[in-house]
């Protein structure tokens, strides 16, 4: 059973505070998303990477950054948390040349 | 820009009618189009896809229509049941690229709400 996991459900932050999440992926696949569920604005990309050490910005990376050192993990780093950081946080991985990509269970991070 | 759109935020449905879900792209390049189902507090799990070289595909429930000329795709659930309320996205990729553009873009959702 393919298995993305993200290391926190529910995440507290303070203002200006750095703030890492991570992701892994058990299915050997290459390519690894981070995007961002807003109400009313779907799910947007922040960053992929399609190799291991391999990124690419996506439509929204500003205030981010990642890293990919192992192709089974993909982290997310906020580098000084802002409160229009507040999102749901969703990793997923897939394999090139396939369509469907598999969703960890999220992660809902407060900065306050 | 928005290349993915879901222009109804909410769709409101009796149990057993037909739900309709639409979506919109604006990319050419556009090749295979999914749609996601996704619970509060869990992330989106796939539920159908369709390739840009048919028109339709079917599995179950769900059937998904693709409308090339439109730029246009739309979601029917027959019939529609109390679990398949959740939040519907639509998504677009190039299928076939290996790195920079694999990737999924999508629409704003649509919540759904199936009345018992």
């Known amino acids: 059973d393919v298995k993305v996991t993200q290391s926190s459900r529910y995440l507290v932050k303070r203002t200006g505070e750095k703030v890492f999440l991570e992701c892994v992926q058990d299915m050997d696949h290459e390519n690894m998303f981070w995007y961002r569920q807003d109400p009313g604005l779907g799910l947007r990309l922040i960053y992929f990477s399609y190799d291991v050490k391999m990124k690419e910005k996506g ?14 993990r993909f982290s997310l780093i906020l580098e000084s948390a ?19 990509a598999f969703f960890g269970q999220g992660t809902r991070l407060t900065v306050v | 820009d928005q290349q993915v759109k879901q222009n109804s935020p909410s769709l409101s449905v009796q149990e057993g009618r037909i739900s309709i879900l639409n979506c919109d792209y604006t990319n050419s ?15 989106p799990t796939f539920l159908i896809s369709i390739s840009s070289i048919k028109d339709k595909n079917e599995d179950g429930r769900f059937t998904v229509f693709l409308n090339k000329s439109a730029k246009h795709l739309s979601l029917h659930i027959v019939p529609s049941q109390p679990g398949d309320s959740a939040v519907y996205f639509c998504a677009a990729t190039r299928a076939m690229i290996k790195a920079a553009g694999n990737k999924l873009t999508f629409g704003g959702g649509t919540r759904v709400l199936v009345k018992p």
């Open chain 1, 59 to 72: 439509d929204i990376p500003e205030g981010y950054s990642v890293s990919r050192e192992k192709k089974e």
């Open chain 1, 82 to 100: 802002s409160t229009n950081q507040t999102s749901m946080y969703l990793c997923a991985s897939r394999s090139p040349g396939k369509t469907e």
């Open chain 2, 29 to 43: 390049m556009f090749d295979y189009f999914l749609w996601y189902k996704k619970y509060p507090a869990e992330g």
